[in-house]
């Protein structure tokens, strides 16, 4: 196909994570697993690599169905997921937790957007990122936004909390 790059997978850029996961097949004790969240639950929480929602609220693999983005945002494709985990996948609590000291509730957008291009001379103004200047507005906002979603599932229980980075809490936030 013209213009597409049909290029190797990088091996090499990758090394760590292959032997890693080599390692984790030799212990694997998952395949028992369904696509089902065996405790009802769904995380929409950020990519921070500091948050482990899981360990965070004491469940494991297979419990809970985790939704990852920037700054923990409840998107249109947030939506779509959270729909199919209604509907398919045993999911009857959705919890929103964004996390303290995310960089998404710590600049604005158009900073942003200035520093990518500054660094790397990228213009990525057709992206809206979310970011906010009130992070507990921002997730009530999201909270109200998914609990009147009207193709979710009915009798879906829907809550925000905020999690500490500094010391692993949850903080419930009314919303």
């Not at 964004?98 to 957008?109: L, S, W």
């Amino acid at each position: 196909m013209k213009g597409i790059s049909l290029s190797r997978f990088p091996v090499e850029d990758f090394a760590d994570a292959i032997a890693a996961n080599e390692e984790y097949v030799k212990g694997f004790k998952y395949s028992e697993l369904t696509g089902v969240a065996q405790k009802g639950l769904a995380i929409v929480t950020c990519m921070d690599s500091r948050i482990n929602p899981l360990s965070v609220i004491g469940m494991k693999s297979g419990d809970a169905k985790i939704l990852r983005n920037a700054g923990a945002r409840v998107t249109e494709d947030v939506l779509r997921t959270l729909v199919l985990a209604t509907y398919l996948l045993g999911v009857k609590r959705i919890l929103i937790m964004p996390h303290t000291n995310c960089r998404m509730a710590q600049v604005d957008e158009a900073e942003i957007h200035r520093e990518i291009d500054t660094k790397y001379g990228i213009d990525t103004s057709e992206l809206e990122f979310k970011t906010v200047a009130n992070q507990q507005a921002a997730l009530i906002q999201d909270v109200q936004l998914v609990r009147n979603y009207h193709l979710l599932n009915t009798g879906v229980s829907v809550g925000g909390a905020i999690y500490d980075v500094a010391n692993g809490k949850i903080t419930p936030v009314d919303c």
